[in-house]
């Protein structure tokens, strides 16, 4: 088609040429040359023109497809949203029968929230009452405390140690206050350590105690005494017996008992702690059937 138009323009164009003179034929070279410009610059902006609309249908499609998952996202967010929201509704008017229920207390539910109140304030007075009686026992030992160390003020403190753990009364006398070397022997020393234990235990009629032997960890060599129990054993009832029938103490209120060397206070290894661990151990006992019957008649 466009060879036949260009054949057309030229047959036109000798036929002009062959009847016009050279000025006009030279005006009309030139409008020609400037219409085939124009119609080559027209082509080229069509060819752009196609290009663009190929583009823009590309990114609309893409665009559509990117919109479509876009909605199809939200639909199953809302159909969730929607399922939520309907258990939520029916969880809320649940909870609303149940408030219902829970306002209408009668008059037997009212008098057993009442008894529970009161039975809540006899428990916390009786709690009260426990802690005022314990309050009392630790002053009681602090005042047992502070008479064995009026008693024992003269002698060696190195020797002698009384304290109190968790209500209980300690008192440590080392074993060469009381003993010759590995002997179950008393020392000269030894009933005016006792005795001055005993006048104030004298004092507490009420209190039991229990009296241990402890020993450190070397073998026992000495005739007579099989090993370190039985020396921790002999030390002990040798103590109690002391105090039974040189100073009066009730034979009821007291307890002998031989730990060997397996209760220490210091390590072992070095001759120090062995010299600690040497001793004979008074503890003041708990009154535990006084407590259990503060229990039982505050129940």
């Known amino acids: 088609m466009k060879s036949k138009i260009y054949l057309l323009m030229a ?3 000798l036929a002009i040429f062959s009847c016009v ?9 030139a409008k ?5 410009g124009n119609y080559l610059a027209l082509q080229a902006k069509y060819r ?7 583009r823009c249908q590309n990114e609309s499609t893409a665009r559509i497809s990117d919109l479509t998952t876009r909605k199809a996202a939200l639909e199953s967010q809302i159909a969730d949203m929607t ?14 029968n149940q408030l219902k229920d829970l306002s209408v207390v009668t008059g037997a539910q009212a ?31 602090m005042a047992l405390v502070m008479n064995l160390k009026g ?16 209500g209980v009364v300690y008192v440590d006398i080392s074993d060469k206050l009381l003993f010759k070397s590995g002997s179950y022997e008393v020392t000269d020393r030894a009933k005016e350590v006792l005795g001055k234990v005993a006048k104030v235990l004298n004092n507490q009629p009420e209190i039991e105690f229990q009296v ?17 129990w039985d020396l921790s054993v002999k030390r002990a009832t040798t103590v109690v017996r002391i105090l039974q029938d040189t100073y009066g103490l009730d034979p009821k209120r007291m307890t002998a008992a031989g730990r060997s060397q397996y209760v220490p206070l210091a390590d072992n290894g070095t001759p120090e702690g062995r010299a600690a661990n040497r001793r004979t151990r008074i503890v003041i006992l708990p009154q535990l059937d006084q407590f259990f019957k503060l229990l039982e008649t505050k129940k």
Do not use: C, F
Not at 84 to 92: A, E, F, S
Not at 151 to 166: E, F, S, Y
């Open 21 to 29: 003179s050279p000025k006009k034929l030279e005006e009309e070279k």
């Open 83 to 96: 399922k939520q929201i309907d258990y939520l509704k029916q969880n809320n008017n649940t909870v609303l």
């Open 32 to 36: 020609y040359t400037e219409l085939s």
């Open 111 to 141: 008098e057993s929230i009442k008894k529970s109140l009161d039975n809540i304030g006899a428990k916390d007075m009786y709690i009260r009452d426990l802690q005022g009686s314990i309050a009392r026992k630790d002053s009681l030992n």
């Open 11 to 13: 047959m036109g164009s």
């Open 212 to 228: 241990e032997g402890h020993t450190d960890s070397v073998p026992i060599k000495s005739p007579g005494i099989l090993d370190n």
């Open 48 to 54: 752009d023109l196609q290009d663009e609309l190929k």
């Open 151 to 166: 008693a024992i003020g003269n002698l060696d403190d190195k020797d002698i140690n009384i304290k109190v753990d968790k």
